[in-house]
DNA sequence: CTCCATTTTTTCGAGCCTCAAAAAAATTCT
DNA sequence: AGAATTTTTTTGAGGCTCGAAAAAATGGAG
């Protein structure tokens, strides 16, 4: 059962929520401050005179050009960025991005390179990550003893406790603490998300009016990927960083899938399954290594232009799509949607076959009200992610440190 | 965003927790809450003088009989079986089930009827559910003041708020708010729950040590329904009581179901639809209103002599059970599975297909590790449930009050 | 230019709450 | 009967939040 409150958890939490308030308003003055978290004025001022005082907020002018009012003039409280830094690392198919971003959120160094993940042996694998990490320590730019987490992100399963990735499609290597291996090398705090979460995590604090409580962000790439966020809530599984949407079974014994098995949602509307309907290659024909968005592009055009295959495949992963987010919903409740990846810019292609899909299902009564976003770009989004994921964490442990910290990724505050 | 901690919040929540710590344990020392809750001695012993003060709590023998240790023997502290009593109201297939139960979880009056839900009128059946209760709150031996709390369970879906029941298998009726139209009545609070939930709260009430932070149980009976435990919360949907893993598609455009889509697991696994296979009615045939619990235990019985449509029927039951199954937990990872319910006791027919099924999907890596249980009577389980439900909304909302008492059904602490 | 109205922020005292340590209570063992 | 042991209560200290009042900082009116 859970444990009892102790008294000094009271300040902390109170800390935290504080600092939470400014991240989220931008230069809040205290008196908002005070309204949006409910405490008093004077709670407010002991303890932003106390975070002020430890160089984690700093007073400037407010958000809003004020002095239109009269009264005293708000003061407004802002995150200082010098009061700390956090280091994203997204590894995706073929490429790997970093970036160094200061603690109010602001990019201060970066860079990206191109790999060859599929083919590259376990060491090499780590060995790049762990160089272009040293690389932008070594950044004269940079303070190294400012960078306080790192945060990862990877296409495919990482465990629950976000040391780990499990498995990957963009590597045949299994199993890779990176989170452990990182903070081994360097001694700075490390976690290991999956990319789709992390995309959950940018669109609620791009656009936490639409994607508040409850949403869905779907990847459409090679594979198919999901990140849930549910009662405000990032959604894992229980031992993996589950959400595994794309192999959820569409077609009991159907078409064969990148996993191995057969049917699964991803065998119909990954990129390598469009491709191979398209092609009329057969249900049963191997899923080809890469399909480049080029190549994707090209194939919705051909769709777009007249009926044939191509046009046959989108509409299959559609149907496939609509049947997998309706068994969803019969679970969760329909929910705003968020398609991100090169197949959102067909999702026009798409869209129909998945409407009708759903309306065939338990989730599809509100069918009609079900509404999508596309956003063809995911990289952006796993960074922002990443980046967000981890000056939370430096909010939340570091900034207003409780007696159980606990050792993996602390709660799945989206 | 989360309102902050009040100062006040901090001895409701500590109460509440010293109550749920006394229900938990049944006698427990004032020590041994202190060792479960975490707080000091003295905190817990300024709270539970307060309680005993109240009357909530009343002191007694330590549940061990102890005396076999050295030094001052410890004084146990129980739950004061008249501070309360609350009261369930469970509504299934032709059948109406009420009683109350004292502060401490003991039955202290009941009362069961035979009704023809199918075909009653609107005003009939809430009428039947009034005068039931009311009769049970004339009886001499109940303090009607007392009653501090009524929780209704029905098949079928119910809202988020617990207010009403959308929509029941048991009833052509749809949108009756019987949580509203009790209090309204008896000016008691009342909610509406999904009868598979409040097997899954009666589940983990019974044996925490398996059925502790994430469980599934599943309600083999006419229809299919699920009740879902994650990270220790009970899970609903966002909207609605959700969970509605009978109407998971397990074949596009497959059997007919019940709810009239076509292809639900349910019209696979549902009592009317093993029924509908082993009489080779075929998959379009219109669902039969009920089978008898005799009718399908005697299907059972010819399924398990010989091979035959009966044996196929399970056999394809198990199939859908398993794809289903296999999707949930490609969502959320493999967890304990209850199977309740008339068809639980034929298990043995349905297993091996299910886990045929389950080791096909993503879930089924660990599909050996994959424990099942079965329960073939769901009455006794939902009204265990829904006594622990009430029972913890008065622990927490009327003798732990805080300032934002929630007019829903509060947390969903299984 | 001065003074008042207005709004924000800080200060101060009161009231709770929890905690650690010590004291008191209630037994068993010798 | 006294020592040892364990549970429970008491006591005092330290923290935290809150409301009210004071202080600060500005715009507007005369």
Chains 1, 2 share one sequence.
């Not at 400014?22 to 809040?28: W, Y």
């Not at 299959?316 to 968020?338: H, N, R, W």
Request: charged fraction near 25%; proline fraction near 4%.
């Amino acid at each position: 059962m859970s444990v009892g409150i102790r008294h000094d958890d009271l300040r902390r939490r109170n800390r935290a929520m504080v600092i939470a308030a400014v991240r989220r308003a931008g230069r809040p003055s205290r008196t908002e401050i005070a309204a949006t978290t409910g405490l008093s004025h004077s709670t407010i001022s002991a303890i932003s005179a106390d975070l002020i005082g430890e160089g984690i907020l700093a007073e400037g002018k407010p958000s809003e050009a004020g002095s239109l009012k009269r009264g005293r003039p708000q003061v407004g409280l802002g995150l200082n960025p010098e009061a700390a830094a956090v280091m994203t690392v997204v590894l995706s198919l073929n490429f790997l991005s970093v970036a160094v971003i200061d603690y109010a959120g602001q990019v201060i160094s970066e860079e990206q390179r191109r790999l060859d993940t599929l083919t590259m042996s376990r060491e090499a694998l780590i060995g790049e990550c762990v160089a272009i990490v040293r690389r932008r320590l070594e950044d004269p730019d940079i303070d190294v003893r400012s960078v306080a987490r790192i945060a990862l992100a990877i296409q495919g399963i990482t465990d629950t406790d976000a040391r780990a990735m499990l498995w990957s499609p963009i590597t045949p290597q299994t199993d890779i603490a990176f989170a452990d291996i990182l903070e081994a090398e360097f001694g700075i705090p490390a976690t290991m998300e999956n990319d789709c979460n992390m995309m959950a995590v940018a669109l609620r604090w791009r656009d936490p009016e639409r994607y508040r409580d409850d949403f869905i962000a779907i990847l459409l790439s090679h594979g198919i990927g999901m990140g849930l966020v549910l009662k405000g809530e990032l959604f894992t599984g229980t031992h993996s960083s589950g959400g595994e949407f794309g192999h959820m079974i569409h077609r009991p014994g159907g078409a064969l899938c990148r996993c191995g098995r057969r049917g699964c949602v991803e065998a119909y509307a990954g990129n390598y399954a469009i491709w191979r309907n398209a092609k009329q290659l057969g249900e049963d024909t191997e899923p080809v290594a890469d399909v480049s968005d080029a190549q994707m592009r090209a194939l919705a055009a051909t769709a777009r232009e007249r009926a044939g295959p191509e046009r046959e495949a989108y509409r299959k992963a559609g149907e496939a799509l609509g049947y997998g987010l309706g068994s969803l919903f019969a679970l969760i409740d329909p929910a705003p949607v968020a398609m991100v990846g090169v197949s959102a810019a067909a999702f026009d292609l798409i869209e129909p076959a998945l409407r009708e899909a759903i309306a065939q299902t338990a989730g599809g009564q509100h069918s009609k009200s079900i509404s999508f976003d596309t956003e063809p770009n995911e990289l952006p989004l796993i960074r922002e992610g990443c980046a967000m994921r981890a000056l939370t964490f430096v909010d939340q442990e570091i900034f207003a440190p409780g007696v159980q910290a606990k050792a993996g990724a602390g709660k799945n505050v989206a």
